[in-house]
């Protein structure tokens, strides 16, 4: 292993990698395998999910004692910042995917199934002769049953508001530690961490009005499932940069981080604007629009 002092610093050989490998193959193979009916593979996620958790408190937990023990150097932090900004292009591939399946369906397919095809001829009358292509919509023949959309102007517009906010606390946070002012970068942090979590309370109360008053599901067509997934996975990363700012906090409270040492802090910073960034097409192009 080389010391801080050194050109390079090569990490000492870990089990955490092949164990994330193993427990990312449980959780994917017993999502799988559920899908087909079979019992045991919700067993099988658990505990996939389960090694997952082991897997990132013990590998996380390694990197924070190497890094308050003064293992790593210029070059490592400089290593951290490409890897998230690497990490942070991906997610922005990620969610580009969904965004134009929800474009593609839009403005491309829906048009195509009433009628609009090549030149403007009806190139398909004898499938669907009576399909509205109007957005949005629930399917050739209804296929996704009757439902209602949700609307912009209620909690999405509040946790616009909210997630908004939430942005300027974490950048108070990160001006507060920079001024080495630990109280002050512990109360932004704890707001941040409050706003995030309300976010997510918010939605989990949006979709369970969706069920059960709008019949709005996942089965609702094209609309409900680009809906969801647009939705549902930006709630998942709202989730994770709530506990990853809470770890900060905890770590802040703890007396880690100083002016001039406090990457992982700054990393959930990218990330939660990044979560920010995301809410913002997504309240215009699936709330809105």
Known sequence: MATASSAYYIPNGTKWPILG???LTMLVGGFAVSLNGSGAGRTVMLIGILVL?????????TVIRESEGGTY??????SFRWGMGWFILSEVCFFAAFFGALFYARIYAVPWLGGEGVGGVNTHPELWPNFDAAWPTNGPNRIGGTFQTMGAWGIPALNTAILLTSGGTVTMAHWAILENKRPAFIGWLFATVVLGFTFVGFQAYEYVHAYNDLNLTLGSGV???TFFMLTGFHGLHVTIGAIMLLVM????M???FTPDHH???EAAAWYWHFVDVVWLGLFVFVYWL
């Open 21 to 23: 490998s193993i427990g």
């Open 53 to 61: 958790i082991f897997m990132m408190f013990g590998w996380f937990g």
């Open 73 to 78: 150097n210029k070059q490592v932090d400089v």
């Open 223 to 225: 609309y409900g499932s």
């Open 249 to 252: 906090m905890l770590r802040a």
């Open 254 to 256: 703890r007396g880690h």
């Open 263 to 265: 990457f992982a802090f």
